[in-house]
C-alpha cells in the first residue's frame, strides 16, 4: 500500500496569512503514461463529510476558491491556501489514486 | 444536483450484523464508481471498499470476507453488509462517488459496535 504522510499535523496561522500543508507518498503517485500526478486534496470542517478541492495534484475543483492551489510532483506534494480567512479552518486530507486499491489518505493536518 | 443520503447505523455488538444505504439523487449509481469510506472517533480516513459500474467490487483487508457492497439500480441505492462486526469497526461511514478522486460524499452514519 502507498503510505501518505502529512507534515506538520497542526499549524496556526493569522487571517489573511498564508498556510502550507505539505504530503509526501511513499512511492511516486506520477503516472508517466499521461505525465499525471495521481493526487488529491480534501477540506473537511468539524461536523462535516470531506469536500473535494484539487485533483491530479494541482487542478480545483469547480466552485473551489482560487486562494487554495496545489502543486508538487513525484512523491512530494504542497496545498498553499495563499490568504487564510476564518471559513478555512478545518482539517486537510491528501489522498493518492495511483494504486487504487487501497485508496490511500494521509493523516489529516488540522489548520487553525 | 448530486446528493447521497447515508441511513442505517447505529449501536450493535460485536459479531453481529448491519447493512448501511447510500440513497443517491442526481445521478445514476449504475453509471458511477461508488465507494464507502469510514472515519473513526477523531481518527483520519480510511477507504473500505469500491463497488465499479461494471459490476467489480474491492475491499481493504481489514474487511474481506465480512463486508460486501452492492446496489439496487431500481431505487438508485448502494449498501453496505457488514458482518461479524468488530470494536475496531466503530467509525462514520461516509458513502462517496468516484473512480480516482472522490467529489460527492454523504453526510455519514455513525456506527457503534460495543458490548
Known amino acids: 500500500d502507498i503510505v501518505m504522510t502529512q507534515f506538520p499535523d497542526s499549524l496556526a496561522v493569522s487571517l489573511g496569512e498564508r498556510a502550507t500543508i505539505n504530503c509526501k507518498s511513499s512511492q511516486s503517485v506520477l503516472y508517466r503514461s499521461d505525465n499525471k500526478n495521481y493526487l488529491a486534496w480534501y477540506q473537511q470542517k468539524p461536523g462535516q463529510p470531506p469536500k473535494l478541492l484539487i485533483y491530479w495534484a494541482s487542478t480545483r475543483e469547480s466552485g473551489v476558491p482560487d486562494r487554495f492551489s496545489g502543486s508538487g510532483s513525484g512523491t512530494d506534494f504542497t496545498l498553499t491556501i495563499s490568504a487564510l480567512q476564518a471559513e478555512d479552518v478545518a482539517v486537510y486530507y491528501c489522498q493518492q489514486y495511483y494504486s487504487t486499491i487501497p485508496y490511500t489518505f494521509g493523516q489529516g493536518t488540522k489548520v487553525e | 444536483e448530486v446528493q447521497l443520503v447515508e441511513f442505517g447505523g447505529g449501536l450493535t455488538q460485536p459479531g453481529e450484523s448491519l447493512r448501511l444505504s447510500c440513497a443517491a439523487s442526481?445521478?445514476?449509481?449504475?453509471?458511477?464508481?461508488m465507494n464507502w469510506i469510514r472515519q473513526a472517533p477523531g481518527k483520519g480516513l480510511e477507504w473500505v471498499s469500491i463497488?465499479?459500474?461494471?459490476?467489480?467490487?474491492y475491499y481493504t483487508d481489514s474487511v474481506k470476507g465480512r463486508f460486501t457492497i452492492s446496489r439496487d439500480n431500481s431505487k438508485n441505492t448502494v449498501y453496505l453488509q457488514m458482518t461479524r462486526l468488530r470494536a475496531e469497526d466503530t467509525a462514520v461511514y461516509y458513502c462517496?462517488?468516484?473512480?480516482?478522486?472522490?467529489?460527492?460524499w454523504g453526510q455519514g452514519t455513525p456506527v457503534t459496535v460495543s458490548s
Open positions: 462517496a462517488r468516484g473512480g480516482n478522486w472522490f467529489d460527492s
Open positions: 463497488l465499479y459500474s461494471a459490476g467489480s467490487t
Open positions: 442526481g445521478f445514476s449509481v449504475s453509471d458511477n464508481y
